[in-house]
Nanobody, 126 residues
Protein backbone atom coordinates (compact mmCIF):
# COMPACT_ATOMS: atom_id res chain seq x y z
CA UNK A 1 0.00 0.00 0.00
CA UNK A 2 1.45 3.32 -1.07
CA UNK A 3 1.51 6.00 1.59
CA UNK A 4 2.71 9.59 1.35
CA UNK A 5 2.91 11.69 4.49
CA UNK A 6 3.63 15.43 4.38
CA UNK A 7 4.93 17.58 7.19
CA UNK A 8 6.42 21.02 7.67
CA UNK A 9 3.55 23.36 6.93
CA UNK A 10 2.77 26.34 9.11
CA UNK A 11 2.20 30.06 9.25
CA UNK A 12 4.81 32.63 8.31
CA UNK A 13 4.97 36.27 7.35
CA UNK A 14 5.66 37.33 3.78
CA UNK A 15 9.32 36.92 2.96
CA UNK A 16 9.71 33.99 5.32
CA UNK A 17 10.66 30.40 4.59
CA UNK A 18 9.27 26.94 5.19
CA UNK A 19 10.46 23.46 4.27
CA UNK A 20 7.95 20.76 3.46
CA UNK A 21 8.80 17.08 3.70
CA UNK A 22 7.11 14.04 2.21
CA UNK A 23 7.97 10.51 3.18
CA UNK A 24 6.97 7.68 0.86
CA UNK A 25 6.38 4.03 1.68
CA UNK A 26 5.12 1.03 -0.26
CA UNK A 27 6.21 2.56 -3.55
CA UNK A 28 8.69 1.19 -6.06
CA UNK A 29 10.67 4.20 -7.25
CA UNK A 30 12.30 2.79 -10.36
CA UNK A 31 10.46 4.99 -12.86
CA UNK A 32 8.39 7.76 -11.33
CA UNK A 33 7.21 11.30 -11.21
CA UNK A 34 6.80 12.85 -7.80
CA UNK A 35 5.86 16.35 -6.95
CA UNK A 36 4.22 19.03 -4.91
CA UNK A 37 0.82 20.46 -5.68
CA UNK A 38 -1.25 23.07 -3.89
CA UNK A 39 -4.84 24.12 -3.63
CA UNK A 40 -6.04 27.44 -2.34
CA UNK A 41 -9.67 27.99 -1.27
CA UNK A 42 -11.93 28.28 -4.30
CA UNK A 43 -9.16 27.44 -6.75
CA UNK A 44 -8.16 24.38 -8.72
CA UNK A 45 -5.29 22.23 -7.55
CA UNK A 46 -2.11 23.32 -9.32
CA UNK A 47 1.32 21.87 -9.80
CA UNK A 48 4.14 23.57 -7.91
CA UNK A 49 7.16 21.39 -8.69
CA UNK A 50 7.77 17.89 -9.99
CA UNK A 51 10.75 15.59 -10.43
CA UNK A 52 11.06 12.46 -12.49
CA UNK A 53 13.27 9.39 -12.26
CA UNK A 54 15.83 10.93 -14.63
CA UNK A 55 16.28 13.77 -12.16
CA UNK A 56 14.62 16.41 -14.30
CA UNK A 57 12.76 18.99 -12.22
CA UNK A 58 10.01 21.31 -13.36
CA UNK A 59 8.52 24.35 -11.58
CA UNK A 60 5.47 26.49 -12.11
CA UNK A 61 6.50 30.01 -13.15
CA UNK A 62 5.15 31.65 -9.99
CA UNK A 63 7.59 29.80 -7.71
CA UNK A 64 10.65 29.42 -9.92
CA UNK A 65 13.66 30.94 -8.19
CA UNK A 66 11.95 30.88 -4.78
CA UNK A 67 11.12 27.19 -4.27
CA UNK A 68 13.47 24.25 -4.57
CA UNK A 69 12.43 20.61 -4.83
CA UNK A 70 14.89 17.99 -3.66
CA UNK A 71 14.79 14.32 -2.81
CA UNK A 72 16.62 11.81 -0.69
CA UNK A 73 16.26 8.45 -2.37
CA UNK A 74 17.87 6.62 0.55
CA UNK A 75 15.16 7.96 2.83
CA UNK A 76 12.36 7.79 0.26
CA UNK A 77 11.75 11.44 0.94
CA UNK A 78 10.81 14.49 -1.09
CA UNK A 79 11.31 18.06 0.07
CA UNK A 80 10.17 21.51 -0.94
CA UNK A 81 12.21 24.43 0.33
CA UNK A 82 10.10 27.55 0.05
CA UNK A 83 11.81 30.91 0.37
CA UNK A 84 10.54 34.47 -0.01
CA UNK A 85 7.00 33.30 0.60
CA UNK A 86 4.15 35.48 -0.58
CA UNK A 87 0.50 35.65 0.54
CA UNK A 88 -0.47 34.10 -2.83
CA UNK A 89 1.44 30.96 -1.77
CA UNK A 90 -1.17 30.31 0.92
CA UNK A 91 -2.71 26.90 0.21
CA UNK A 92 -2.86 23.30 1.26
CA UNK A 93 0.22 21.62 -0.17
CA UNK A 94 0.11 18.01 -1.27
CA UNK A 95 2.76 15.48 -2.16
CA UNK A 96 1.85 13.16 -5.04
CA UNK A 97 3.39 10.30 -6.99
CA UNK A 98 2.91 8.26 -10.14
CA UNK A 99 4.92 5.40 -11.59
CA UNK A 100 5.95 6.79 -14.99
CA UNK A 101 6.30 9.88 -17.12
CA UNK A 102 8.14 13.17 -17.27
CA UNK A 103 8.29 15.96 -14.73
CA UNK A 104 7.35 18.76 -17.13
CA UNK A 105 4.42 16.94 -18.73
CA UNK A 106 2.77 16.01 -15.47
CA UNK A 107 3.32 19.30 -13.63
CA UNK A 108 0.02 20.56 -15.01
CA UNK A 109 -1.83 17.25 -14.71
CA UNK A 110 -2.60 16.61 -11.03
CA UNK A 111 -5.53 14.35 -11.95
CA UNK A 112 -3.04 11.87 -13.46
CA UNK A 113 -1.41 11.19 -10.09
CA UNK A 114 -2.91 8.16 -8.31
CA UNK A 115 -1.09 8.56 -5.01
CA UNK A 116 -1.53 11.54 -2.68
CA UNK A 117 -0.65 12.59 0.81
CA UNK A 118 -3.13 14.15 3.20
CA UNK A 119 -1.88 17.69 2.68
CA UNK A 120 -0.28 20.29 4.90
CA UNK A 121 -1.46 23.88 5.34
CA UNK A 122 0.83 26.78 4.45
CA UNK A 123 -0.38 30.24 5.44
CA UNK A 124 1.54 33.38 4.51
CA UNK A 125 0.46 36.67 6.02
CA UNK A 126 1.28 40.09 4.65
Amino acid sequence: QVQLVESGGGSVQAGGSLRLSCTVSGYSRTEYVMGWFRQAPGKKREGVATVDSSGFTSYVDSVRGRFTLSQNNAKNALYLQMNDLKPDDTAVYYCAARTSGGAWYFLSRPSDFPYWGQGTQVTVSS
